[in-house]
């Protein structure tokens, strides 16, 4: 009754208080309580005449609060002020934050000014200015997903955006008004927004904005602009509501992405991942903050992929090529991928590879007699013991002798001598290779006998 009569609050009024609550012998927070509601009640009455505190109100709320034994920072007088005034600072949050372009530091000297004045406490006054920016933020939020939509659109016809339209650029806006509007800090080392995108857009279409404007980046022309978002990462994931979680996340899939579509095509030249290459991918590892040993798994997969690819196109073309045979050994050497451990190639295939490859060095002439070193290399890259390459290789130079003795012998028939001793030139190197006698049914002794005593002649004659 004392304050609602809007009596002297002196000592005398204030001895007069104290009494009347020890007569009535209440506890203290039961006391407390109601000097609160009585504090409540008399703010929201000056409240409701005026949204602006004057001096003079100001000054005798602060004498009521003496009279009632509160203080300011108390969470029921803050409480109590929040409900009268925060409306009010929010309004004015309104105007400092519709400003266009950069926001003067004056604007802001006058929030906190009006934030004294109204006595809201610094957790309320930033509640207020969050609400405020993330309707604001809301609205940049709004263009970056027309923006998304009409890329995903265009994608879906295989088109590009009109001239002008990128998803990066509107990310970055966002960043760019947070940051102008003072709304993002750090902390820890770590980028925080006092408002976000969060709860104002489903969680799969912020997650859908940063992983977008990042590979748009990626793949952009705008260098200038592209190196804009990779330096402001931490604040791209702050302002638009992405977890530390959901970051790692997205990081970890586009950095496979890019891994494994650049690897693809530089795994293919000649002598493998130059040291630009190498550079190019630790980049893309220190921008995504990703993982160097998951990633150097990624790498590892590819190099095995992509020889797995190599060895499988050997067996689909018609006829297996000693060629490609060896490109793939070469291949395997310098991304040590072995055939049998790492891809589980058959033994089939690894001695049919083997025996194209043997038949070659062969026809070169690059087999000399008891001297088969050359061969160590391709053993090794192949898989294939000793023992079988010596079966193989004996095997090998028994069909192609017993051909070319059937074709001299048919070349003698045709009157062809040149031509059969030239094969007869041939058979002499095989016969080199392997030591024993070469069947040939189809050959009947008279023409080998024939065959012989014609070379005799020739070698005679020379």
Do not use: W
């Amino acid at each position: 009754d004392m304050v609602k009569a809007g009596a002297q609050l002196g000592a005398e009024e204030q001895a007069k208080m104290d009494k009347s609550l020890t007569d009535l012998g209440l506890p203290r927070s039961v006391t407390a309580q109601i000097s609160a509601d009585v504090y409540a009640e008399r703010l929201g009455e000056i409240a409701a005449k005026s949204k602006i505190l004057d001096e003079a109100q100001g000054a005798q709320l602060a004498v009521l609060r003496t009279f009632l034994g509160l203080e300011l920072s108390e969470a029921p007088v803050a409480k109590a002020h929040e409900a009268a005034f925060g409306e009010t600072y929010g309004d004015s949050c309104k105007q400092v934050l519709g400003v266009s372009g950069s926001i003067p530091d004056e604007y802001f000297d006058g929030l906190d000014r009006l934030r004294e004045r109204l006595g809201l406490s610094e957790l309320a006054a930033k509640k207020q200015y969050a609400m405020v920016g993330a309707a604001k933020m809301k609205e940049y939020g709004e263009r970056a997903q027309l923006t998304l939509e009409a890329q995903q659109k265009a994608a879906q016809k295989r088109e590009t955006l009109p001239m002008g339209q990128s998803l990066a650029a509107e990310v970055l806006k966002l960043v760019e008004y947070a940051k102008g509007a003072r709304l993002l800090s750090s902390e820890g080392g770590r980028d925080v927004s006092a408002a976000t995108l969060a709860g104002q857009f489903s969680s799969s279409v912020i997650k859908e904005l940063y992983r977008q404007s990042l590979l748009e980046a990626f793949s952009g022309s705008e260098a200038a602009q592209n190196e804009r978002l990779f330096s402001s990462l931490g604040r791209v994931a702050a302002v638009i509501g992405l977890d530390a979680e959901d970051v790692s996340e997205i990081h970890d899939e586009i950095g496979k992405l890019i891994f494994e579509q650049y690897l693809r095509k530089s795994l293919k030249q000649a002598g493998g991942l130059a040291e630009r290459d190498e550079q190019f991918l630790a980049q893309i590892t220190g921008v995504l903050s990703l993982d160097g040993a998951k990633m150097d798994q990624v790498v590892r997969e590819q190099k095995l992929e992509f020889v797995d690819k190599q060895c499988s196109k050997i067996f689909s073309d018609q006829t297996v090529e000693p060629a490609e045979v060896t490109k793939l050994r070469d291949m395997a050497a310098l991304y040590e991928v072995d055939l049998v451990e790492d891809l589980e190639v058959n033994r089939f295939r690894l001695e049919k590879m083997f025996a194209v490859e043997l038949e070659a060095l062969i026809d070169a002439g690059d087999l000399a007699q008891g001297d088969t070193s050359v061969l160590e290399e391709v053993c090794e890259g192949l898989k294939v013991s000793e023992e079988k390459a010596a079966e193989i290789l004996e095997a090998t130079v028994q069909k192609k002798a017993a051909s070319g003795i059937l074709q001299a012998a048919t070349l003698m028939q045709a009157s062809r001598a040149d031509e059969m001793m030239e094969e007869l030139e041939t058979l002499l190197r095989f016969a080199t290779l392997i030591p024993g006698v070469v069947a040939t049914p189809a050959v009947k002794p008279q023409q080998k006998q024939e065959m012989f005593m014609l070379f005799q002649a020739s070698a005679l004659g020379d």
